[in-house]
C-alpha cells in the first residue's frame, strides 16, 4: 500500500489519493472476526473436498436409514405384478402347510434318509379306495420354488439306482419321517452342501436306503 501511496503521489490528481487513504482508514477501523471453516462434505464413492453449506447438500449424511421422501412412491402395477404374486404363492404355501402338517413335523435336511407314505392309486376324494405305498431314499438335494418346491429322493432297488423328484406341498403325500440324521456320511462329517448331485457318479451302495 506504501508503494501505492508513493506512486500515486507523484501524480497530479489527488482525488485518487484521498480515496486510497479513505479505504485504508476503513480497513484499519473495521473490526477482527474469527473465520469458521466452511464443512466440507465428503462423498462416500468419490472422497471429494467440495466445500458445501449445509442447507445447500443434496442429500443426508451419516447413514440416516431410510431416507426421508416428501413423496407418496408411486406403485407401478407392471412392477408390483411379481410382487403380488410371491404374497399369493406365499399363502398357498401356508394354507398347504396348515392341511397336511405331517409332512413337516420332522426339519428334512439334505443328506437324510427319509420315508414318505404317498397315494399312488385311487384318487383323494375316495379315502377306501385309496391306495398308500411307502417311498425312501437320500435327500440329494431340496428345490425351493414356493409352491413348486420339491426335494430329490435317490434310492438303490435290487441293484438300480432311482431318483424321484416329489413335490414338498403335494396332497398325495400323507406321512414323511426322517429315518436317518446325515445318512450320506453317517455322522463322521457335516454336510455342507445344499446339492448332492455328485452322489450320482460314487457307488450306488452309498444312497441305498431300502434293504432289498
Request: contains cysteine.
Amino acid at each position: 500500500y506504501l508503494k501505492a501511496i508513493v506512486q500515486l503521489a507523484v501524480l497530479p490528481n489527488a482525488t485518487l489519493i484521498m480515496m486510497l487513504m479513505q479505504r485504508l482508514a476503513a480497513m484499519t477501523i473495521r473490526p477482527a472476526v474469527e473465520r469458521q471453516p466452511p464443512l466440507i462434505a465428503y462423498s462416500l464413492r468419490h472422497l471429494s473436498s467440495e466445500v458445501v453449506e449445509p442447507e445447500d447438500m443434496p442429500f443426508v449424511h451419516h447413514g440416516h436409514r431410510p431416507r426421508y421422501r416428501g413423496y407418496k412412491k408411486f406403485k407401478s402395477p407392471r412392477k408390483r405384478a411379481s410382487k403380488l404374486f410371491e404374497e399369493l404363492n406365499n399363502e398357498a404355501c401356508q394354507k398347504a402347510k396348515e392341511a397336511n402338517p405331517a409332512i413337516w413335523k420332522d426339519d428334512i435336511r439334505v443328506g437324510d434318509s427319509v420315508e414318505l407314505q404317498m397315494v399312488f392309486q385311487g384318487g383323494l376324494k375316495d379315502a377306501d379306495k385309496q391306495e398308500v405305498e411307502k417311498v425312501r431314499g437320500v435327500v440329494l438335494g431340496i428345490v425351493k420354488r414356493g409352491l413348486g418346491s420339491s426335494m430329490i429322493l435317490r434310492d438303490v432297488v435290487y441293484g438300480l439306482p432311482i431318483e424321484r423328484r416329489i413335490p414338498l406341498y403335494s396332497p398325495m403325500i400323507k406321512d414323511a419321517k426322517v429315518l436317518e440324521r446325515n445318512f450320506i456320511f453317517k455322522g463322521k462329517k457335516k454336510v455342507k452342501r445344499s446339492k448332492l448331485y455328485y452322489f450320482r457318479d460314487r457307488n450306488p451302495l452309498l444312497t441305498k436306503v431300502s434293504k432289498y
